[in-house]
Structures are given as C-alpha cells and as structure tokens.
C-alpha cells in the first residue's frame, strides 16, 4: 500500500474522534506514519465533526486535498453528502443509513436531503457507495454507542491491516467493561459489509 | 523500537516533552486548543500542576517557581496571552532562574475563539526566543532545546504552536526519560534583577537587548533550523504547519525550515537566498517572517498571494501558488459547484442548564419568536461572555447581543448604562468565567452604583473546553481536594445585596427572579445553578409528546433543544438524547400540556 486517506465524519457525540484515533493507532501498529487531525473545541456540541486520517510510509500534511481521500466513512448520512468531494473518483464511501436532522431542519428553515439527493451527490464522485443500517444494527447489539465500532468493523474490509491488530488497538482504548460488546459490533460491522452489495 | 513509537496530538506530546525535561511545575487556564497540555502533564503525579484563576496569575505563579529554581511551564491559547501579556513583558525584563517556557496555542481559521491573533508578535514585543514546532515530534524534541535555551539566555521562551500542531496527532519516538536539573531549590536575593523599580529596569534593558544579540548568533548554527536542499529553481522559507503543507505542494523545492523563528538567522536566511532562484515565505496568517526577511534585505515574496486570513491547507497553497504561476497546469479543484446541504452548527447540549434561563431572558425581551409571529424590538441588552453559552446567541434563542473577551460582559453592560441607554441591561457570564475575569467587573458595578443585573451560569465546571476544574469546584487540576470558592459569599462580600440563587430547570423561578431583578433599582445578581448535562448524565425518564394534545404550536422548539425535532410535520422528542426527568424544561412550557414522562404518554 503506497498511501491510505480517510475521512471520518458524522455529527457530534457519535464518537468519530474514538473511531479514527483507533485507525491511527492500528496503522503505526501495522509499521506506517500516521498523521490525523479532528475538527472539536466548538464542535463538540452537536455540530458537525470530520476527521482526517492519513496513513501512508511517510505523510507530510494531516489535512487530506479535495478530492483525494480514498474512503469516506459516514456515521451520519447529511454528513458524507456534505464532505464527499473530499473523496477521490472511484472512491469508497461507507454511510450509515441514519438521519440526524440539524436543528434548522426541526425549525422549518431547511430542508433534509433525500435520500436520492445524498445518493446522486456521492454518485458525483463515485459509484462505489455502501448505505449500511449501522444504527439499527448497533440497537441490535443491545448498546446505540456502539455504532463508532460497528461502522469501523465496516471500513477495516478496505484497509490492509490484520485484524486482531484491529482488535488490539479497540480493547487498548476502551475500558475492560465495555471491551467485549464492542468488539462484538466490529466483527459484526465486518460481517455486515462483506454481504452488503454497492 | 516500536514500543517507543506514540501516536501523539501535538499538545500531549509537548506536555511529555516538558515532563522528560524536568518540569516541577506546570499552570494553566483552559483554552482551545491548549487546554491538553496541562491536562496531560497534571497525570504525572511527581509535579505540581494547577489550573489558575486565569492566564495571568498562571504566568505569575510560572514566574515565581522559576525565581524559586523549578523549571516551569505555562501554557494558554493565544488570547490568553493577552490577559497574560503583564506579567510575561516583566518575565522578560527580569528573567529567570530556572527555565522557564510559555506555550501559545494559535488558532488560525479562529475554529474556537474570538479572533485569528498571531502571537508570534509577542515574541519580538518581549524580546524573547520563540520556537515553532512543526509536529507532535518536534513538540516533543522542542521542549527540551526551550528549557535549555531559557537557562542559557536568562529569559522566558515563547513555545508557539496552532490548532492544527496542538490538535493533530502524528508519531512520536520516545527516545529521552525525565531528568530533573540538579539544582537547589530556594529564593536568591538580587533585589537589581527582581524588583523593577525603574532604575533596575534600565539597568535591564541593556541586558535585554544584548541577550537578542547573542540568541540571533545561536540561531545561525541551532540545529532547530534545517536546510533540506533539493532543487535550487525555488527556495521556501517556512516554519510549524506550513512547513507540511508546503512539502506536499513542492515536493521538489528546497527549504529552509525554520524551528526557531524569533530572533532570526540572518547569515542562514542570506546564504539560502543567495543559492536559490526563487525565495518565497510560506507562513499562516501575518507576514511575520517576510517582512523580517524584507527588513533585512532579502528579497521574499508570500503574502502577495498566500491568503493572510484563514486557515492554510494544502489546497489553499496549492491553488493561490497557481495562480502566482508557481505552479503549472489548470487547477486540480473540482469545478462541479458544491450542493447547498443544511449547516449542523454546535448548539447547546439536550439537558443543558443554560437552556431555561436563555429561553426566559429571549421570552421577556420579546426576542423568541413562534412561526407567524411578527417580531417586536427587543426590551433587552443582554451582553454575554466567553463559553459554551456563547451558542445562546443562535437561533431559536438569539438571547446574546455581545461578546468580545474573557470577562467583558460586565464592563459593557455597565458601559452602555453609564451612556445613557433606557433599555434593562443584563449581563450574562458563566461560572468559571466570572472567576477568571468578572469579579473586577463587578466590584466596578458596585463601586460606581450600577444598576445592572448580572446573571452569572453556574454550571460547576469550564465546560466549553472539556470540563476542567476551577477554583468554584473545589477540586484541583490532578483530581485532589482543594479549596472551594463560593460564588454567593463572594458576591455579597463585594457588596451586592440583592443576590438570588436559582434552579436552572426551574421556569417559574426562573421567570420570577429575572422579572424582579429587572425591577430592582440596585444591581442584582442572579446565580443560575444546575450542573452541565455531559458532565453528570443523569439520565431520567426521556420525555414524549402526546400526540393526540400537540397542536403544533412550536413553542418547545424554540428551546433549540436537539432532542425535540419535528419528524414528518409532528413534532417528537428523540428518546436517545433527552435526558428527562433532571430537565423537564419544555414539558414545563408546553401550553397544552402534551409533554410528560415516556410511560405516561
């Protein structure tokens, strides 16, 4: 693998930074560089939230160009239409098939995408696009909070990292209580993505 | 060794520097993006860290355990070195004994604060070094060359990082421990260096300018600056993120990396020039490096089209190095315009204690408007200060006319009554806020018999950067018992008599107390007090909507509560985010009495 850019988006309190730090941390286990950066401070709040991961034998830059992020991984679907450019031509998309509506959509002062719309805009870049039912599936699990892991279970199939470095790295960040149930969602993320079709 | 290798934010990776450089002491006041810095250095139990009132008596304290031989780290964003700018100008004059370094976190692209301020001005206004780290290696390398220098040259050293140094995480080899200077620890009397009276300060300033003279010498030959040749066509001068940014872009130029940037390398600076076809400066907001390197001679172009403003990238390099023919080629940015998708801006957490008190202050200064309703002039100032109830100024709430600095909202408040306005003033400030920079406001108030109401969140925390401790929490910055400031003797020591303290889930109460203590004819003040929501999820019973009560009025939406969304024209609150019985704050506006406990829907 020459280089790995990924973006992880979705809104505040999803636990996006969690899911990229762990990205990062099983990237340096598998011998790359490694550098990310998080959009927080303001928007911890509920707001929208990007991560950049860049993995690669030497990176320079945390902060990916338009347009040449090689996955994009969504934990909320109006979050991968709004950072999709950022995605190169041919590029994965992986979009949790959720709706969190921004406050102004609650007041009647704009409007949700539909779910075409978000569909033709990831189009725009790609047509490898995956809508996975993670917050359905995380419910499933018995704990919502696991969607971070589940969704990350869903991208690992891209990445060329062994999974029980994966493993490793989810049970070093999480404490031992809540170790077994996410690292039941990340096998189950694996799962769901090996069967879903484009 | 792979084991030494650390994915390390920048901040983490300077507070572990610091630590294997034999910090004893380390102070603070929270502020994005420095707030990790001391949060991470406080975990190592073998030194004293404290979160200070604010960023001036964090400098002061900094100051004193220098004099006192413990090497000493102070660390705050870059406005905080503004309330901080006193004592580091004296820092300067007078030295230190041992190291003693201040760490700016600049925010470029202002991502979380109330201006994009270049602080490395402050270097060349304190005539003091200052290093520039360009990732979480270098923070960490740094931090030793920044205590050795501060010993070295006698002066503090300005250690200035942005957001995306502080916030990025990148690989860190580990590769020293912690060593504590031998050294005694203990006062040495030298009233000429310690006691600026103004004939030891002039004595001073000799010493001061011949110190510049002696760091421009070490930073000619300091391995901290680094060539890195490549082709000769164009040579880039840069320093911190820039530098990243600008290798990705001309992967093929050579660079002259600069780790220190103030005093700066003029023979260095010369003789790069002079090897290279092309010298242009690469650097985030000011001109700072290019009009030092113009100041000398050198000619350097850079922000005749490298943006001043904002945040660089890469894509920004790239593009305004495009248009400067620098570049080749036709622009690699995609030409299909972006769609127009609603903004998720942050907003005030579901359960947050501030809520209640921002939608009365809206209710009664005719400011919340239900849909249809034509809006009216509002009967309220309201001037607001620095937190998370800053977003109290957004829709639906819009219950914030000002904000400008730490602590501010007292002064102005008053300012605008002592001009003669005839509207109902009222000032709104959190808690840590108030401890940081409202108290002088407030003695002003009282002193000058204002007639304002100052409303001051008390929430038990310093939410907005991640619920650090203060001196109201009575809990020290490594978790032990300390000393609790109450808010209610404090104001009433300072002379305010008519003091109420209020549930912020409390509408009524709420209501009543605003109401009374707009009428007061003395300044009031009103101690809202509920604990912040992500702090302590006390998660209750969520709320629902009857369905079959709602007539969609819209009145519980103007909260701005995420949790209540409306859902296919009804309206419903999203059980995984309410935090129910601890709130309870729409059900309690409800005119219809449609909001209650889930099982009782």
Known sequence: ?198 | MAEKLKLLSGNEALALGAYHAGVRVATAYPGTPSTEILESIARFQDIYAEWSTNEKVAMEVALGASYAGVRTLVSMKQVGLNVASDPFMAASTTGVNAGLVVISADDPGAHSSQGEQDNRHYAKLAKVPMLEPSDSQEAYDFMAYAFDLSERFDTPVLVRTTTRISHSKSVVEVNRSRTVPAGPVGFQYNVQKYVMLPVHARLRHPLMEERLIKLAEYAESTPLNQVIWGERELGVVTSGIAYQYAREVFPKASFLKLGMTYPLPQNLLRHFASQVKRLIVIEELDPFLQENLQAMGIEAAGKEFIPRMGELSPDVIEESSRQAGLLAGSSSQQTETLPELPKRPPLLCPGCPHTGIFFVLSNIGQRAKAKDKTPKDSKLIITGDIGCYTLGAYPPLLAMDTCACMGASIGQALGMEKAGVSKKLVAVIGDSTFLHSGITGLVDGVYNRGQITLIILDNGTTAMTGHQEHPGTGISAQGKEANKVDLEPLVRGIGVKDVRVVDAFDMKALRNSVRSALDSPELSVIIVRGACSVRVPKRGEPRAINQERCNQCGICLLLGCSAIQRQDELICIEATLCVGDGCAVCQQLCPRQAIGPQSKK
Request: aromatic share 6%; net charge positive; hydrophobic share 40%.
């Open chain 1, 1 to 198: 693998m020459e280089k790995l850019d990924l973006l992880v988006t979705g809104a505040g309190g999803q636990g996006i930074i969690l899911a990229s730090d762990i990205i990062g941390e099983t990237a340096i286990a598998s011998g790359y560089d490694v550098k990310k950066t998080d959009t927080i401070g303001m928007a911890q709040r509920g707001g929208s939230v990007l991560s950049n991961v860049r993995i690669a034998r030497q990176v320079w830059s945390p902060l990916i160009k338009k347009g040449e992020g090689d996955l994009l991984l969504a934990l909320e679907k109006l979050e991968a239409a709004r950072w999709a450019h950022y995605l190169r031509r041919g590029g994965i998309a992986i979009v949790n098939n959720h709706a969190l509506p921004p406050l102004s959509v609650s007041l009647g002062k704009s409007r949700y995408p539909s779910d075409e719309e978000i569909l033709n805009i990831l189009k725009q870049r790609t047509d490898r696009v995956y809508f996975i039912e993670g917050t359905h599936c995380a419910r499933d699990l018995g704990n919502i909070r696991t969607l971070n892991m589940f969704m990350l279970g869903c991208v690992s199939l891209f990445m060329p990292f062994e999974v029980q470095i994966w493993k490793d790295s989810i049970s070093h960040r999480l404490p031992p209580n809540l170790r077994e149930i996410n690292l039941a969602a990340f096998e189950q993320g694996r799962k769901e993505i090996q069967g879903a079709s484009l």
